[in-house]
């Protein structure tokens, strides 16, 4: 099956730094890539939707400028934490996405944000 | 507007039992799918199955099988002789057609499995 990564799989950082987190579809081509947070014991919480060469777009209640979202080419979606802070430690999980009937949703390993 | 309901929060099981998972769901889509994924404590999401809402075959994977009743919006998972390895998350997810191709996830049931 297609093969999602995700790097860093953890990082911990000082509150007020920011931190990119990068994930890359390895042997298919993404028209579109996912975001998820997901806090301890809870579900997968869609932040946004990312589309090759435009502008992500947001869920509600997700701050555009403190979740910055490039996806730069259809291998590639960065999410950047910005001035990150305590509250913003949580498992960040990224999808991608095929065209297709299925719009077939692959997923990465997840990264492990912990801020300090 | 699509739910889930996954009404275990956790289940706690012995080595070699039987244990059911259940997932409800609700859609207006009249084309959708059903995933099962599964969460062990490493975090990455392991998908388990996917079943389009056209397709009420019953399958069976091993010690996995899955029951999918459209008359009652369920979709539910049971592991055979469950081992300690079983031990992880499993989220039911579902996605409509067309252009509502964002899954929507249950909230997830924690299983233990004790040796």
């Known amino acids: 099956g297609a093969v999602v990564s995700q790097h860093p799989s953890r990082v911990i950082c000082k509150s007020g730094t920011s931190v990119k987190i990068e994930c890359r579809s390895l042997d298919f081509q993404a028209t579109t890539m996912f975001w998820y947070r997901q806090f301890p014991k809870q579900s997968l919480m869609l932040m946004a939707t990312?589309?090759?060469?435009?502008?992500?777009?947001?869920e509600q209640g997700v701050e555009k400028d403190k979740f910055l979202i490039n996806h730069a080419s259809l291998t590639l979606s960065t999410l950047t934490v910005t001035s990150a802070h305590p509250e913003d430690s949580s498992f960040y999980i990224c999808?991608?996405?095929?065209?297709?009937?299925?719009?077939?949703?692959?997923f990465g390993p997840g990264t492990r944000l912990t801020v300090l | 507007a699509q739910k889930v309901t996954q009404a275990q929060t956790e289940i706690s099981v012995v080595e070699k039992e039987d244990v059911t998972l259940d997932c409800v769901y609700e859609?207006?889509?009249?084309?959708?799918?059903l995933f099962w994924y599964k969460q062990p404590p490493s975090g990455e999401l392991v998908f388990l199955i996917r079943r389009n809402s056209f397709d009420e075959q019953n399958e069976i994977s091993g010690r996995y099988s899955w029951n999918f009743q459209k008359s009652t919006s369920s979709f539910n998972f049971t592991i055979t002789a469950s081992q300690v390895v079983d031990s992880a998350v499993y989220f039911c997810a579902l996605r409509g057609s067309g252009g509502s191709y964002i899954p929507t996830f249950g909230r997830g049931t924690s299983l233990i499995v004790h040796p």
């Open positions: 999808s991608a996405s095929t065209a297709g009937i299925y719009n077939e949703q692959f």
């Open positions: 859609t207006r889509d009249t084309t959708y799918y």
């Open positions: 990312s589309n090759e060469g435009s502008k992500a777009t947001y």
